[in-house]
């Protein structure tokens, strides 16, 4: 069955770096579009950033371009995001996208992340 596993999330104080991970399975890996997502609590999910199949093409969210980045590694059907300059406004918890063929997509169960001194 389709598989997505988040991790990486924490606590980090204001300033710092997080690397998240997203191990996927059960879907074909390098033909998906990746993304992760966040939501904050009271908040709606909101976009976060997105890489296509090959790598070719990223976007971000304003609210983190320049902080953020989101490598892919289609080898090991892995996506990461990883966090730089995490600010207090960033905490919520994190999730992992899959969105391939015609209307297929998966979303993981998220990770917590907590940006505070």
């Known amino acids: 069955q389709v598989q997505l596993v988040e991790s990486g999330g924490g606590l980090v104080q204001p300033g710092g770096s997080l690397r998240l991970s997203c191990a996927a399975s059960?879907?074909?890996?390098?033909?998906?579009?990746m993304s992760w997502y966040r939501q904050a609590p009271g908040k709606e999910r909101e976009f976060v950033a997105s890489?296509?199949?090959?790598?070719?093409?990223?976007n971000y969210a304003d609210s983190v371009k320049g902080r953020f980045t989101i490598p892919r590694d289609n080898a090991k059907n892995t996506v990461y995001l990883q966090m730089n300059s995490l600010k207090p406004e960033d905490t919520a918890v994190y999730y992992c996208?899959?969105?391939?063929?015609?209307?297929?997509?998966?979303w993981g169960q998220g990770t917590q992340v907590t940006v505070s001194s």
């Open positions: 059960g879907f074909p890996f390098s033909t998906a579009t």
């Open positions: 890489i296509t199949s090959s790598g070719g093409t990223t």
């Open positions: 996208n899959a969105k391939w063929r015609i209307a297929r997509q998966s």
